[in-house]
T-cell receptor, first 115, second 112 residues
Framework: NAGVTQTPKFRVLKTGQSMTLLCAQD?????MYWYRQDPGMGLRLIHY???????AKGEVPDGYNVSRLKKQNFLLGLESAAPSQTSVYFC??????????????FGPGTRLLVL | GENVEQHPSTLSVQEGDSAVIKCTYS??????FPWYKQELGKRPQLIID?????GEKKDQRIAVTLNKTAKHFSLHITETQPEDSAVYFC???????????FGPGTRLSVLP
């Protein structure tokens, strides 16, 4: 098992450009999440999904869109990148909670720099 | 919505001493509380977690305690070692993992 993988690992964008971050998991997890991590602010939830075809807003959703067309993939889109979106982005996945398997498994992160 | 506070923001201890990190949460409906360790440049990794129906959980040198009445939970690391140096994050979740809110993190330094 590869676990949770993210593509790309690093990207530089100019203000106004768009891009899509890809998260893939091979653990058949129902839940998937996108976080951003900024210095001194911990992890903040952008969007999450509780199953294929569903998405929901987290704490900081503005400026991002997501899609979960396949259970194993969760895409994060930036339509018009801004310098404030410079951050490290982590994807995570987990199973449903009722069977005591709520553990989140994180991907390696994507470092995004918006100039 | 849920708000998680974490203290202290930095903590330095001598090797072999104990370290305690405390988190408070605001939403009494939160029922799952994990702790993550993140080393520099790496992804967060779960080290221990606790559910709301349990008051304490221990795993070797690491323990977590939960006080539902006061809405706080704490991470205890005994016999600290240099490899324990990292940033530790607490989190709270409603519906056992559907939506996580993280604390801002504690940078732990274990001095040899």
């Amino acid at each position: 098992n590869a676990g949770v993988t993210q593509t790309p690992k690093f990207r530089v964008l100019k203000t106004g450009q768009s891009m899509t971050l890809l998260c893939a998991q091979d653990m058949n997890h129902e839940y998937m999440y996108w976080y951003r991590q900024d210095p001194g602010m911990g992890l903040r939830l952008i969007h999450y999904s509780v199953g294929e075809g569903t998405t929901a807003k987290g704490e900081v959703p503005d400026g991002y869109n997501v899609s979960r067309l396949k259970k194993q993939n969760f895409l994060l889109g930036l339509e018009s990148a801004a310098p404030s979106q410079t951050s490290v982005y982590f994807c995570a996945s987990s199973t449903v909670g009722r069977d005591l398997k709520e553990t989140q498994y994180f991907g390696p992160g994507t470092r995004l720099l918006v100039l | 919505g849920e708000n998680v506070e974490q203290h202290p923001s930095t903590l330095s201890v001598q090797e072999g001493d104990s370290a305690v990190i405390k988190c408070t949460y605001s939403d009494s409906a939160s029922n799952y509380f994990p702790w993550y360790k993140q080393e520099l440049g790496k992804r967060p990794q779960l080290i221990i977690d606790i559910r709301s129906n349990v008051g304490e959980k221990k795993d070797q040198r690491i323990a977590v305690t939960l006080n539902k009445t006061a809405k706080h939970f704490s991470l205890h690391i005994t016999e600290t070692q240099p490899e324990d140096s990292a940033v530790y994050f607490c989190a709270a979740s409603i519906n056992y993992g559907q939506n996580f809110v993280f604390g801002p993190g504690t940078r732990l330094s274990v001095l040899p």
